[in-house]
């Protein structure tokens, strides 16, 4: 099995160490567990929780579309333009071809 070493500050080992005696485990298996919930392999972990937040607002966010675009489509509209100008300013949507 292969090896690393890394190297803490005291206050995050020390909390490494907290978090380990809290879950009744070793250090090592302990940051094993946190790895493994950070990068997915654990449904309930990291992403899972994730997962669950971002549908959460993707309901939220279409509640209030259909409300406001049902009241004023003029500001549906606009925010949906301001929105879509954001995810591409933060590289989270491709622009389409055209010139868009």
Do not use: C, W
Not at 61 to 78: C, E, H, M, N, Y
């Amino acid at each position: 099995m292969p090896r690393i070493t890394i190297r803490f500050k005291d206050a995050l080992f020390e909390r490494l160490v907290g978090g380990a005696r809290a879950s009744d485990t070793t250090v090592p298996d302990y940051v094993r567990d946190i790895l493994n919930r950070f990068e997915g392999m654990d449904a309930g972990g990291y992403h899972g929780r994730f997962d669950e937040v971002q549908a959460t607002l993707i309901q939220v966010f279409a509640i209030l579309a259909a409300s406001v675009g049902t009241r004023r489509p003029d500001i549906l509209q606009k925010g949906m333009e301001d929105a879509r100008a954001l995810l591409l300013e933060r590289g989270l949507l491709e622009a389409e071809e055209g010139g868009q």
